[in-house]
């Protein structure tokens, strides 16, 4: 049976990644430069066509993935004259794999439905490094009978594939999984830091918490850079988890809430990317509470 055509745009490290597995698997695939190049030129150098516009993505494609950084960003690329909704085929499903804000997903939902076709949310979880292997968590919401038509090429791409009901509940659950991710991966940062302060060594730290209920994959990611000096196992950059716990913030005020526990992460993370560290991996907020706490 032949394999869906398939339009990617967005090949930053997780996109990159997923488009590598693709064509890994020998998918069809139209992609479109976003922010950089160098993983562009990789992918038509193993045989993806490239188009200038989103609307060329779509004419070319029986499914359209994004894989980018804002809201804003998604809705440059959907909406306009060469805009990806300008392009749709009937019956084409398009699906987010960004972390987006809610409502944003549901308005473009709307409007990519007036089009005669489907727009699903699918925030990831994981690293890049899995995607490689289609080792990714997929949080997919939207249309049933649309999830199940892309079923089969969401499963090449994740271990873990969840149905998460109508749309923008995938992208609701990934902000709140990033917010408490986030949390924790500060505290630890700034426990690390304040061990500094103390006195006492991070690695004693981290071995005495390790023995309880507080151990995690969190904690170890943070403890990569924070004892053994590696900031690779946690890649994700601060600038995106600023992006991703203010979306969580503007969420609550969305649903006409508030929320507590998220203020000071957030401040932190803002904090760290106006101190020119938004390139810098989480973990590495370490680095940043070593400062503070010194101030």
Known sequence: ????????????????????????????????ANVSRPRVDEAVAAG???????K?????????????????????????????????????????????LPASTKALGEEVAAAGCTYLDG??????????????????????????KIKPVLEDLGENVFYLDELGSGN???????????????AMAEAFAMADQAGVSRESLYDVMAAGPLRSVMMDL???????????????????AAKDVGYYNQMSLDLGTTTTMSVSTNKAFKAAVDQGMGDNMVSEMVDFFAKDLTK
Do not use: H, W
């Open 1 to 32: 049976m032949a394999k869906p055509n398939i339009g990617f745009i967005g090949l930053g490290l997780m996109g990159s990644a997923m488009v590598g597995r693709l064509q890994s698997l020998e998918y069809p695939l139209t992609i479109m």
């Open 48 to 54: 993806a066509v490239e188009v200038t516009s989103g």
């Open 56 to 100: 060329a993505v779509a004419e070319a494609s029986d499914i359209v993935m994004l894989c980018m950084d804002t809201s804003a960003s998604v809705e440059g690329r959907m909406r306009g004259e060469d805009g990806i909704i300008s392009g749709l085929k009937p019956g084409t499903v398009v699906i987010d794999f960004g972390t987006s």
């Open 123 to 148: 925030p990831l979880g994981r690293t890049p490094a899995q995607a490689v292997d289609g080792l990714l968590n997929i949080m997919c919401s939207g249309d049933k009978t649309a999830f199940e």
């Open 172 to 186: 609701a659950i990934k902000l709140i999984n990033n917010f408490f991710g986030m949390t924790t991966a500060s």
């Open 222 to 240: 943070v403890k990569a850079y924070g004892v053994d000096g590696d900031p690779s196992k946690l890649g994700f950059s601060i600038r995106n």
